[in-house]
Antibody, heavy 128, light 112 residues
Framework: QVQLQQWGAGLLKPSETLSLTCAVY????????WSWIRQPPGKGLEWIGE???????NYNPSLKSRVTISVDTSKNQFSLKLSSVTAADTAVYYC??????????????????????WGKGTTVTVSS | QSVLTQPPSVSAAPGQKVTISCSGS????????VSWYQQLPGTAPKLLIY???KRPSGIPDRFSGSKSGTSATLGITGLQTGDEADYYC?????????????FGGGTKLTVL
C-alpha cells in the first residue's frame, strides 16, 4: 500500500519561499508522475505541477514563474518550492501520485491519467 | 475560474439518485479521459472514478461515470448521508502551449 507523507513550514511571511517535501513509502517511485495540488480555504483544487523520477516536470502556466519541483530518487522524495508568496498562496497543499495507463481503442493505444494516492495535506498560511 | 465547469451544488434525498456534470473543451475532456474525486469534509480528495467510468477497488457500484464529447457526468444512486462531500472532475489538458492537469471547480453534494 503506497503512502505519501508530506511536511514543511506552515507559517510564512509575504515574499518568503514556501518549501514542502513529500516522501513515498511502500511502492515504486519510477513509472509515475508526482504532483502538487493546493486548495485555498473554502475553494476548489488547483494543480501546481508535477515531476517524474527522471526529473521531467510540468507546471501550471499560471504559477510556473514561481514554482520549482525537484526530486530525490535516493530517498523516494519530491519537493515543492514556491517563491515570493502572498496571502493568495494560503492553502492546504497536497502531494499526489499521477498514474499513466493505456487502453486499446480499435487497435490504437490511448493513454489516460488519474491521481490515485494522495497525501493528507499541509496547511500553509501566509501572513505578516 | 476553473477550466472545467461544474455546478456549485446539488442536493437530493437519501435513497435518491443525483448526477454531477463536468463541462470542458476539445483540449481536455474532448480528447482525454476523465477522473472523479470525492473530498469528505476536512480530508484529502479520494479517487472515485478513472478512465471515464472505471471504479477503483473498494468504490461501490452506486458511483458511476460517463463521458460524451466535451462533457462528463458522475452519477450516484442510493444516496446516503455519508456521501455528503465535495466532488471534483479532473483530466489532462493537452494544450499545445502548456499541457497540464485541470480540475473542475467542485460540486458540493447535500443529502437532505
Amino acid at each position: 500500500q503506497v503512502q505519501l507523507q508530506q511536511w514543511g513550514a506552515g507559517l510564512l511571511k509575504p515574499s518568503e519561499t514556501l518549501s514542502l517535501t513529500c516522501a513515498v513509502y511502500g511502492g515504486s517511485f519510477s513509472g509515475y508522475y508526482w504532483s502538487w495540488i493546493r486548495q485555498p480555504p473554502g475553494k476548489g483544487l488547483e494543480w501546481i505541477g508535477e515531476i517524474n523520477h527522471s526529473g521531467s516536470t510540468n507546471y501550471n502556466p499560471s504559477l510556473k514563474s514561481r514554482v520549482t519541483i525537484s526530486v530525490d530518487t535516493s530517498k523516494n522524495q519530491f519537493s515543492l518550492k514556491l517563491s515570493s508568496v502572498t496571502a493568495a498562496d494560503t492553502a492546504v497543499y497536497y502531494c499526489a501520485r499521477r498514474v499513466k495507463a493505456s487502453t486499446m481503442v480499435q487497435g490504437v493505444p490511448y493513454y489516460y491519467y488519474y491521481m490515485d494516492v494522495w497525501g493528507k495535506g499541509t496547511t500553509v498560511t501566509v501572513s505578516s | 475560474q476553473s477550466v472545467l465547469t461544474q455546478p456549485p451544488s446539488v442536493s437530493a434525498a437519501p435513497g435518491q439518485k443525483v448526477t454531477i456534470s463536468c463541462s470542458g473543451s476539445s483540449s481536455n475532456i474532448g480528447n482525454n479521459y476523465v477522473s472523479w474525486y470525492q473530498q469528505l469534509p476536512g480530508t484529502a480528495p479520494k479517487l472515485l472514478i478513472y478512465e471515464n467510468n472505471k471504479r477503483p477497488s473498494g468504490i461501490p457500484d452506486r458511483f458511476s461515470g460517463s463521458k460524451s464529447g466535451t462533457s462528463a457526468t458522475l452519477g450516484i444512486t442510493g444516496l446516503q448521508t455519508g456521501d455528503e462531500a465535495d466532488y471534483y472532475c479532473g483530466t489532462w489538458d493537452s494544450s499545445l502551449s502548456a499541457p497540464n492537469w485541470v480540475f473542475g471547480g467542485g460540486t458540493k453534494l447535500t443529502v437532505l
